[in-house]
């Protein structure tokens, strides 16, 4: 069984600050690992995923990921806020297996921006 | 289509109704997938499609609730006797198992509301 815990629903953060959205996840089997953002209105878009490859992880916008195994983590980040980046943000979990599975998401966290 | 597409967007039905959701999911793509996405509840996993059959239908809530697929693409998501606790956004995504790493496409959802 695989799950994500996020922690913080709500984040709300300075424009140009730093963005750290935390993920921790439980698998009994290696994962991959997937964050998604969701704007207004709109169905989900991946930002970036972990597949067994490198641990620190680029994906779209600016944000990264790392893969820590030994803390059972896959946080968020981005060095400086844009007001765009505000939205809904989903961590996600699935098995390593080669073949289509589910994704199990966290309940997601909301980020704001201020000026 | 370029992506997965849902319909109808937006669904207002009374109390007892039934109501049909579909989905459309990107050519090709094998695996299609139904999430429920309520306020505070993040997303919620209901079921999951290969070809036409559905391995996994844990998460339908109950047996109000049935999907079907028909020719590997076009799926049909079924709430008969709609209870005000059904209003929800339900996503549908799909993804190809041919060299799958997981990822899924979302659609932009079909919002219900049951008054």
């Known amino acids: 069984a695989q799950s994500v815990t996020q922690l913080g629903s709500h984040v709300s953060v300075s424009e140009g600050a730093l963005v750290l959205l935390r993920c921790n996840y439980s698998s009994s089997v290696p994962p991959y690992l997937f964050w998604y953002v969701q704007y207004p209105n709109q169905g989900l878009q991946l930002l970036l995923k972990y597949t067994s490859a490198a641990t620190l992880v680029k994906g779209i916008n600016g944000f990264e990921a790392e893969f820590k195994k030994s803390e059972t983590s896959f946080h968020l980040t981005k060095p400086s806020a844009h007001m765009s980046d505000a939205a809904e943000y989903f961590c996600?979990?699935?098995?390593?297996?080669?073949?289509?599975?589910?994704?199990?998401f966290g309940t997601g966290t909301r980020l704001q921006v201020t000026l | 289509g370029a992506g997965v597409s849902q319909s109808p967007s937006n669904k207002v039905t009374e109390k007892g109704k039934d109501v049909e959701l579909r989905c459309d999911p990107i050519?090709?793509?094998?695996?299609l997938y139904w999430y429920r996405q309520s306020l505070g509840q993040g997303l919620e996993f209901l079921i999951y499609f290969q070809g036409n059959s559905a391995p996994d239908k844990s998460g339908l809530p109950s047996d109000r609730f049935s999907a079907e697929r028909t020719g590997g693409s076009v799926s049909t998501l079924t709430i008969q006797r709609t209870q005000q606790e059904d209003s929800a956004v339900y996503l549908c995504a799909s993804s190809s198992t041919y060299r799958d790493t997981g990822e899924l496409f979302f659609g932009e959802g079909s919002r219900l509301t049951v008054l």
């Open positions: 996600a979990v699935s098995p390593n297996t080669g073949t289509a599975s589910k994704l199990t």
């Open positions: 050519s090709g793509h094998t695996a």
